[in-house]
Every structure is written in C-alpha cells, then in structure tokens.
C-alpha cells in the first residue's frame, strides 16, 4: 500500500531534517520523556504545557526548538533539559492525538453567549 504525502507532509518532512538546536539533548531527560509518553498518564494540559504525572510540566509550544523542554517539575530538577528531535517529534504526535478538552475560559465564554438566547 503506498502512502500518498500531501504537500503540507512533504515540507514538514524536509524542514524536520534542518532543525538547528545548539546544544546536545539531556539523554536522561530524553529516556525519562520517552516512558512519561509510552506510559500517557497526562494530568493536565494546556496551550503551552502538558502535565505527566503531577510532577512534570513539558513545554509543547514552539515546536520543534523548545517542545520537549522540561518547564517546570516538582522533583527538584535544577536545569531545563531538552529532548531529541525524534522524542519532540514522538510528544507533539503524542500532544495532537489527545482529545480537546474545553478550557474553563471556553466554559465561560459559552456560558455566556447562551445567556443571550
């Protein structure tokens, strides 16, 4: 069976290949990233983090230079390591295939315009 690339695969496919990132992914970072995804237990998620465990916020905006970075935990973790490139290609399929779940902004605002019927 032959997969058919629209036109928008092919340029996301040739621009992955020239991502510039000046320093060396964290290899720990990128094992513990890695089994954070395979496991999928993702506690909240908004449009800047998603949440593992409770414990760890991983920055998702700004793919692919700082998607992956470890944003903020409840660990002790000092640094703000980032991944590989295949592990930020891994969380933003990750990220895309979880469902949509309204903000309570949007609650709001829905609340609000049904005010008006």
Avoid: Q
Wanted: aromatic share 10%; with cysteine.
């Amino acid at each position: 069976m032959r997969i058919m690339m629209t036109k928008t695969n092919k340029l996301d496919r040739l621009f992955k290949c020239f991502w510039l990132i000046d320093k060396p992914p964290h290899k720990n970072w990128d094992i513990l990233l890695n089994k954070l995804i395979d496991k999928g237990n993702v506690t909240h998620i908004d449009n800047y983090c998603v949440t593992f465990d409770d414990k760890y916020d991983v920055w998702i905006t700004n793919h692919p230079y700082s998607s992956g970075n470890l944003y903020s935990n409840k660990i002790g973790i000092v640094s703000k390591p980032h991944c590989s490139k295949s592990t930020k290609i891994r969380l933003e399929d990750f990220v895309n295939s979880l469902p949509i779940i309204p903000s309570e902004d949007d609650r709001l605002i829905k609340r609000a315009l049904n005010s008006f019927d």
